[in-house]
Nanobody, 115 residues
Framework: QVQLVESGGGLVQPGGSLRLSCAAS????????MGWYRQAPGKQRELVAQ???????NYADSVKGRFTISRDNAKNTVYLEMNSLKPEDTAVYYC?????????WGQGTQVTVSS
């Protein structure tokens, strides 16, 4: 069983920054893929950023240049650094990991960008 625990969400003004953390119950490099998704009210869940099993990264076009995914292998933690936040970034952000054909999700953390 894999557990993913997110933290770091909150309320921030447009143009501000936040860093999300996802602590995993096993090494982050053991997953086939691991990253962040988000779901805004009334919209489908979408990929934000992820590490692939080859160690490369993928980003949604809407966040390229503003968001950065990183990880600390010693802490089994993946981070999402979010800069230049916009109101349209408001959503619940979920950590996700794939392992041997199974998909695991964290409980989600709310990010609200508003003045």
């Amino acid at each position: 069983q894999v557990q993913l625990v997110e933290s770091g969400g909150g309320l921030v003004q447009p143009g501000g920054s936040l860093r999300l953390s996802c602590a995993a119950s096993r090494g982050t490099t053991s997953f086939n893929a691991m990253g962040w998704y988000r779901q805004a009210p009334g919209k489908q869940r979408e990929l934000v950023a992820q590490f692939t099993n080859r160690g490369s990264t993928n980003y949604a076009d809407s966040v390229k240049g503003r968001f950065t995914i990183s990880r600390d292998n010693a802490k089994n933690t993946v981070y999402l650094e979010m800069n230049s936040l916009k109101p349209e970034d408001t959503a619940v952000y979920y950590c996700q990991a794939n392992l041997i054909g199974l998909t695991y999700w964290g409980q989600g953390t709310q990010v609200t960008v508003s003045s």
